[in-house]
């Protein structure tokens, strides 16, 4: 008997399972570094087997199919690593949906760059360095290549997306068979997701959409502000 079905067997009396003075005549046994009778065996086999399979069956074990629903169908939305959410594993759920927006927010910008361009027939204003450059490298810039670059940019970045989101639903699917094989083997969630960690991502899911809303809404107000003063 190892170390770990003594830390089990000292679980189940801290729960109250199975018969507590055969389970602690069994845990001294144990303790001494004594070999255990064949009934006494055979009785802490059965307990930790039958305490396996409650605790895993009902509530902790992950299922892949869901992982592949929620990666997929929330990272098609624009969230991606709530397959990882599910298995517990906030942090990099976290990084995940961050690493997605900031690829949708850049390609959105590089599309709205590039349509700028088309009708310019230049670079926008943030593309140019302050320092003087010469007349020749100053037209290059502003030139069909540059308009090239931007638009070779706009077509990887969707590319880029689209491999992060296979990739992550890739990987949450390995993290839950990672996760219920840990549960095979001891019978405890790998990642353990206490209350801090609950708020944590409520935290990050939310406050980027309120201040995507609150800017909006401010750009809004002294929008409409100016166009009542112009009039």
């Known amino acids: 008997m190892s170390e770990d079905t003594i830390k089990e067997i000292e679980e189940l009396l801290r729960e109250g399972r199975g018969n507590t003075q055969e389970l602690e005549h069994i ?12 009934f006494d065996k055979a009785y802490v086999d059965k307990v930790l087997a039958k305490n396996a399979v409650t605790y895993r069956g009902v ?16 990272g098609i939305l624009g969230f991606m690593g709530i397959g990882h959410r599910y298995v517990g594993n906030v942090g990099k759920s976290i990084g995940l949906l961050y690493a997605g927006w900031a690829i949708m927010i850049t390609g959105i910008l590089m599309v709205g760059m590039v349509a700028n361009t088309s009708d310019s027939n230049e ?42 989101l296979v990739w992550q639903i890739l990987d949450a699917r390995k993290q839950t068979r990672f996760f219920n094989q840990q549960m095979d083997k001891t019978g405890r969630v790998f990642y353990e997701v206490n209350i801090i960690k609950k708020i944590t991502f409520a935290v990050a899911l939310v406050l980027p959409i309120l201040s995507v809303f609150g800017l909006a809404m401010i750009f809004g107000f002294f929008g409409q502000q100016h166009v009542l003063q112009t009039t």
């Open 123 to 164: 670079i926008p204003p943030l593309a140019h360095s302050s320092l003087p450059l010469p007349h020749e490298l100053e037209q290059s810039i502003t030139s069909t290549v540059g308009q090239t670059v931007l638009i070779g940019i706009a077509i990887v970045l969707p590319i880029g997306y689209l491999t992060l």
């Open 27 to 38: 845990l001294r046994l144990l303790k001494n570094g004594q070999s255990l009778p064949p």
């Open 59 to 74: 509530n902790n074990y992950k299922s892949e199919g869901t992982t592949l629903v929620l990666s997929l169908f929330f």
